[in-house]
């Protein structure tokens, strides 16, 4: 049957970021659609919890505590889930955020550590597991969680948003580097209700936020999860090199209030 394309049984999927929001969310909608899924995140405690959560949908998970910001934790995230399934098919570099701040007060230190976070990990941690992709299983996706702050200008993220809008190309040039065995796309998230998100928590901020998005409601994990599946699974197996808008239809460029020149 057709809707067996969406399915991903018995692959090997990394998740970073996966103790909470997006990440925790892709991690068990990968387990429902037949995935073995590797949780990766800072916090052991939290990714022990999203492990048990795959293993209660009927498939393998491992929780590895990790910094993608360090290469050495890289490498052993990599290190075990080979030694745990001796496969990987599937990477979701969804680790990545950033405090506001205005560009005027963002220091060269900070501007850098935001870069690392979410362009020079993704790169890294993709870079270590796609030849193993190519050896283990044939090929595989990588699927590189973006945010609207790298396609518009908002106010208080220069460093995030220049750094999602490198991830963005960055998808596009590794697609054409690793096809046709390895596919690589991003998503872009609009605003979601996750617990790292603090503007969902003010009311007022966030009806403010809201007006500019044309289907009239913040996003939820599930809407991400959804694109993560298709561009993980056979459905998507001609779409390479692609950068998927998920955030409601907005083209308002809303952030936080600058320092005045």
């Known amino acids: ?122 790169f890294l941690l993709s870079r270590l597991v796609v030849p193993l992709m190519v050896a283990t299983a044939g090929g595989g996706a990588v699927v590189n969680i973006s945010s609207g702050a790298g396609r518009l200008g908002l106010s208080g993220f220069a460093a995030y948003g220049s750094a999602k809008a490198g991830l963005n190309h960055l998808s596009r040039t590794l697609a054409v580097e690793f ?25 007022a901020t966030l009806a403010h936020l809201v007006k500019g998005i044309p289907m009239g409601r913040i996003g939820n994990v599930d809407d991400i999860a959804g694109c993560a599946l298709y561009l993980a699974s056979p459905a998507a197996s001609w779409i390479t090199g692609k950068v998927f808008e998920v955030d409601g239809g907005n083209e308002t460029p809303i952030g936080y209030p600058a320092d005045p020149l």
């Open 1 to 122: 049957m057709f809707l067996d394309r969406f399915r991903i049984d018995d692959r090997v999927a990394i998740v970073t970021g996966a103790g909470q929001g997006i990440g925790a969310g892709i991690a068990t909608v990968f387990a429902e659609a037949g995935a073995h899924v590797v949780c990766a995140a800072r916090t052991q405690a939290k990714i022990d919890a999203v492990a048990e959560q795959v293993r209660a949908r009927g498939r393998r998970s491992l929780a590895v505590a990790c910094d993608v910001m360090k290469r050495e934790q890289l490498e052993n995230l990599v290190r075990r889930t080979l030694d745990e399934f001796g496969r990987v098919d599937v990477l979701v570099n969804n680790a990545g955020g950033s405090a506001p701040a205005p560009a005027l007060r963002t220091s060269e230190r900070y501007f850098e550590s935001v870069v690392r976070f979410n362009l020079v990990s993704p």
């Open 179 to 203: 096809a046709p065995k390895v596919r690589v796309n991003a998503i872009v998230v609009g605003l979601v209700a996750t617990p790292g998100n603090a503007s969902v928590n003010d009311a």
